[in-house]
């Protein structure tokens, strides 16, 4: 039996979050809880769920939150399979299937940034990875994490240059990476309105919720539907004629955005 674990890594008070959003994922069977705290200690009142682990500042990377996000794929060498998410805004909405089982044999796996078309390095790409849920066959990925976390400690780029990093590695052993479906790492607004930003009020299939909106999370989840929905889809009683087909494209492209 793989030892499978659910990871995150913190500091300061987002610690308080993570019965919130790191404890939902007890419904995830066959997974284990793991809170990496760098530079302080467990929280007063931990959820039971989740094993706490102290980890001290190395230094070397500038601001210490930058250490956090690029060390969170160092600290998970004791696992056979890790899902490394973002511990202050990822709500687990339905439980994960095994780790191995959606890599399906690749060392990594993500989920397509929601404005997957983006320069990268000198060359350009419309498949921009999302950092805040990711998916790792921890033995094989060894190398691959190892080169994130050191060209991170390389060079300073900017405070959040995380995402940049690991797109830039995964994009070198694309082969060997499991591109997931948005389900997973459903990475959106829930109520509010953001230009650029998808905005949506149903969760039905989806089973990571990844969003500033976190707080509001119950009021969105679905009530027991377990697969993505599909609309309802009239048939036609006789063939189009030229006028209605004409209406139709023209209501498609207007509700699609295509």
Not at 149 to 167: C, I, K, M, P, Y
Not at 187 to 208: A, D, E, F, Y
Request: charged content about 20%.
């Amino acid at each position: 039996m793989p030892r499978r674990a659910i990871v995150t890594s913190v500091f300061g008070s987002h610690v308080d979050r993570l019965p919130g959003t790191l404890g939902s994922f007890a419904k995830c069977h066959g997974y284990e809880l793991h809170a990496f705290v760098f530079g302080g200690a467990p929280p007063p009142r931990p959820d039971p769920h989740i094993t706490y682990h102290p980890v001290e500042f190395r230094g070397g990377f500038g601001p210490q939150y930058r250490e956090v996000n690029y060390r969170r794929w160092e600290v998970i060498e004791e696992f056979d399979f890790a899902v490394v998410v973002d511990g202050g805004d990822t709500y687990c909405v339905r439980p994960l299937p095994p780790a191995e089982d959606l890599l399906c044999g690749a060392i990594a796996g993500a989920v397509v940034e929601h404005l997957g078309s983006r320069w990268l390095g000198v060359s350009h790409t419309t498949t921009y990875f999302n950092a805040g849920v990711t998916f790792w066959d921890v033995a094989a990925s060894r190398e691959l994490r190892r080169r994130i976390v050191e060209r991170g400690r390389t060079r300073f780029r900017a405070n959040v240059d995380d995402q940049l990093t690991l797109n830039e590695l995964l994009h070198q052993s694309i082969l060997q990476v499991r591109i997931l479906p948005s389900l997973f790492n459903f990475h959106l607004l829930l109520w509010r309105r953001s230009r650029g930003w998808p905005t949506v009020s149903n969760l039905t299939g989806v089973h990571v919720v990844h969003s500033d909106d976190i707080d509001r999370i119950q009021e969105f989840l679905p009530a027991g539907e377990e697969t993505y929905p599909l609309s309802d889809l009239p048939s036609d009683a006789t063939a189009p004629n030229a006028l209605a087909r004409w209406l139709r494209r023209v209501g498609f492209r207007f509700r699609h955005r295509c």
